[in-house]
């Protein structure tokens, strides 16, 4: 059974930072595309970030700039550094299996964790 387990969301002012994480298990993790996606509330589900087994990363254009994706393999954890933070940044970010667009995306994902920007 896949397991991903996302941490370090929290309430942030405008402009800080966030690290998130997201331990994986029950898959080779290191050969595993990952994203990362945000559901805002009352929206449906956004990609943000992807990040293939080989190293390749994709932002959408609301990360571009200010988020980077990034993998510890041996760790079997996917990291989100989330700078500049806006407030509609705001929403549940879920670690997930897969790509956009490519098959195995959201195929499985975490339970997510909460990420508020406000002053």
């Known amino acids: 059974e896949v397991q991903l387990v996302e941490s370090g969301g929290g309430l942030v002012q405008p402009g800080g930072s966030l690290r998130l994480s997201c331990v994986a298990s029950?898959?080779?993790?290191?050969?595993?595309?990952m994203s990362w996606v945000r559901q805002a509330p009352g929206q449906g589900l956004e990609w943000v970030s992807g990040i293939t087994s080989d190293l390749r990363s994709y932002d959408s254009r609301a990360a571009q700039g200010r988020f980077t994706i990034s993998r510890d393999n041996e760790k079997n954890t996917l990291y989100l550094d989330m700078n500049n933070l806006k407030r509609d940044d705001t929403g549940v970010y879920y670690c997930?299996?897969?790509?956009?667009?490519?098959?195995?995306?959201?195929?499985?994902r975490g339970q997510g964790t909460l990420v508020t920007v406000s002053s």
């Open positions: 997930v299996t897969g790509i956009l667009g490519s098959p195995g995306y959201l195929g499985a």
């Open positions: 029950g898959l080779a993790f290191s050969s595993s595309d």
